[in-house]
C-alpha cells in the first residue's frame, strides 16, 4: 500500500518555526485534497489543515488560525505546512494523508498513514 512520507519535524523552543513536507513516491498527491493531522500523547489525532488538489481552497483548525500556512507544489509532488509561533501545546507527531472534498466542512482523512514526523516544542 502507498504511503506518504512526512518530513520536516523536530524540537524547537515556543516561539519558533517549522515546516513539514509531505510527499509521496509512489502516489501523485496532485489530483487530490491533502491534509495535515496530529496526535499528542494520550489523545486522538486531530485535523490540522487541509488543501484543496488546485491549492485554491483550505481549511485550518481554530487552533492554529494565523500561525500555520498550509502550500502544495504539484510540480513536485508535495504538500508543506508551515508553522510559526509555535506553543507547547503543538507537541505530537504530525502526519498527511489525502482527504475527501468538501473541505469548507473540515478535514476528513481519506488515504492511508505514514510514519509522520514529530513535533516537541519546548523550552
Known amino acids: 500500500q502507498v504511503q506518504p512520507v512526512e518530513s520536516g519535524g523536530g524540537l524547537v523552543q515556543p516561539g519558533g518555526s517549522l515546516r513539514l513536507s509531505c510527499t509521496s513516491s509512489?502516489?501523485?498527491?496532485?489530483?487530490?485534497?491533502v491534509g495535515w493531522f496530529r496526535q499528542a500523547p494520550g489523545k486522538e489525532r486531530e485535523g490540522v489543515s487541509c488543501?484543496?488538489?488546485?491549492?485554491?481552497?483550505?481549511n485550518y483548525a481554530d487552533s492554529v488560525k494565523g500561525r500555520f500556512t498550509i502550500t502544495r507544489d504539484n510540480a513536485k509532488n508535495t504538500v508543506y505546512l508551515q508553522m510559526n509561533s509555535l506553543k507547547p501545546e503543538d507537541t505530537g507527531v504530525y502526519y498527511c494523508?489525502?482527504?475527501?472534498?468538501?473541505?469548507?466542512?473540515?478535514?476528513?482523512?481519506?488515504?492511508?498513514w505514514g510514519q509522520g514526523t514529530q513535533v516537541t516544542v519546548s523550552s
Open positions: 494523508t489525502t482527504t475527501m472534498s468538501g473541505l469548507a466542512i473540515g478535514c476528513r482523512p481519506a488515504g492511508s
Open positions: 488543501i484543496s488538489s488546485s491549492g485554491l481552497v483550505t
Open positions: 509512489g502516489f501523485r498527491l496532485n489530483s487530490n485534497a
